[in-house]
């Protein structure tokens, strides 16, 4: 008993030093066993909603179903997939790694079926998933009684960033990310999942703009779409051949000033979308750079602008390509970016704003799902 007793504090003490890492490992590891030693010592309710999802009895842990997720923050796990190269491994059901994703879900009350909220998703861009924005966001939408879920795509994958490499995860890696973090809301009781709504930054934004075709909505929105989504900063040059928008209502912020990922694109790409069926309307913030949800003033950084590139197409069949370049993501995610770097990409951006720019796109942000969800 005492040999017992002295393993699973082992145990524990490790699980406690790794949830505190900067760098998380992926979660598929942590067996049944440990989930039900880990929870026992309450340190954390993500435990105890792992094991609710899991749907295991764990002797002396008696809230293991999510209805006991609290008022305020609560880690939870993510089931999504590792490994995709592109749409068409999401078009073809192809064979990935399943894993689990680390998230933030702030809660205005305490999550029973008594009532159901709408929900923002909260989808970070190539930088780091702590950047104080996703909270300060998440509390001002908790405040006006919208639940808020911050999914982090970095770190159980050990990436820091990919603003200088972005080859290390793919459009279709993030996009499969925020509809397993839809899948989950949906499984929540206070949720309402026809009231979901999706905000995104810089690559986070472009996959606020992907999820609304219906060809992604229907292979994995688990026969629900968002009701409203918030793309900021997006990268607009990369278009679907065929495009078919679900009833979904779009609005950009765009930086005038944006020399990472140009407002242009998306200006002329709005008129197209509108034809198509899209509803879609924009917002520019003049002389605003790229990263103006950012406190701090704006200076260079060193991270590869792909906006000399071009226009791209995705194909029907799901893969991304540029005719220019010879690119196709049918070779893979990672040669096709390692393509585009050698042959337009250019090294150097302006990134930041000022506290006037933050509390304009926070309240901006606030406004827009409080009169659309």
């Known amino acids: 008993m005492k040999t017992q007793t002295i393993t699973r504090l082992i145990l524990a003490l490790s699980l406690w030093m790794f949830v505190l890492s900067d760098v998380q490992a992926k979660y598929e590891w942590i067996d049944d066993d440990a989930l039900c030693d880990w929870a026992k010592t309450k340190k954390t309710r993500s435990y105890v909603f792992e094991l609710g999802n899991r749907g295991i009895a764990c002797e002396g842990v008696a809230d293991t179903n999510v209805g006991h997720l609290e008022q305020g923050h609560n880690d939870v796990f993510i089931t999504t997939k590792n490994g995709l190269e592109g749409y068409y491994d999401i078009l073809n059901d192809t064979d990935a790694d399943s894993m689990y994703l680390s998230g933030d879900l702030y809660l205005p009350v305490k999550c029973t079926a008594t009532k159901k909220y709408p929900a923002v998703i909260i989808q970070h861009g190539s930088g780091s998933p702590n950047s104080d924005w996703y909270p300060r966001l998440a509390k001002a939408l908790t405040a006006k009684r919208i639940i808020a879920l911050v999914p982090n795509s970095h770190s159980a994958r050990g990436i820091q ?181 050698k042959e337009c990409a250019k090294q150097g951006i302006t990134y930041g704003g000022s506290w006037e720019l933050s509390n304009r796109t926070l309240k901006d942000t606030v406004d827009y799902f409080m009169s659309n969800l």
Not at 171 to 177: E, F, M, N, Q, V
Not at 222 to 250: M, W
Not at 299 to 320: A, M, P, S
Request: aromatic share 10%; glycine share 10%.
């Open 161 to 341: 960033g990919t603003s200088t490499d972005q080859t290390q995860l793919s459009k279709a890696g993030r996009l499969y990310d925020t509809f397993a973090a839809f899948r989950l809301l949906q499984d929540l009781p206070c949720v309402n999942p026809d009231r979901v709504g999706l905000t995104g930054y810089s690559f986070g934004g472009t996959i606020s703009i992907d999820s609304v075709e219906s060809v992604m909505a229907d292979k994995l929105g688990n026969g629900h779409i968002y009701k409203a989504t918030l793309p900021v900063y997006p990268d607009c040059q990369s278009s679907f051949e065929t495009t078919r928008p679900t009833n979904t209502k779009v609005h950009m912020l765009l930086g005038g000033a944006d020399d990472y990922t140009p407002a242009s694109y998306c200006l002329d790409r709005i008129p197209r979308m509108q034809e198509a069926g899209w509803n879609v309307t924009t917002t520019v913030y003049e002389g605003a750079h790229h990263g103006f949800i950012s406190s701090n003033p704006p200076r260079q950084y060193n991270g590869w602008t792909f906006k000399d590139c071009g226009l791209g197409v995705i194909t029907d069949e799901g893969y991304e390509i540029s005719e220019r370049y010879g690119v196709n993501t049918k070779d893979g995610w990672a040669k096709a970016v390692e393509t585009l770097v």
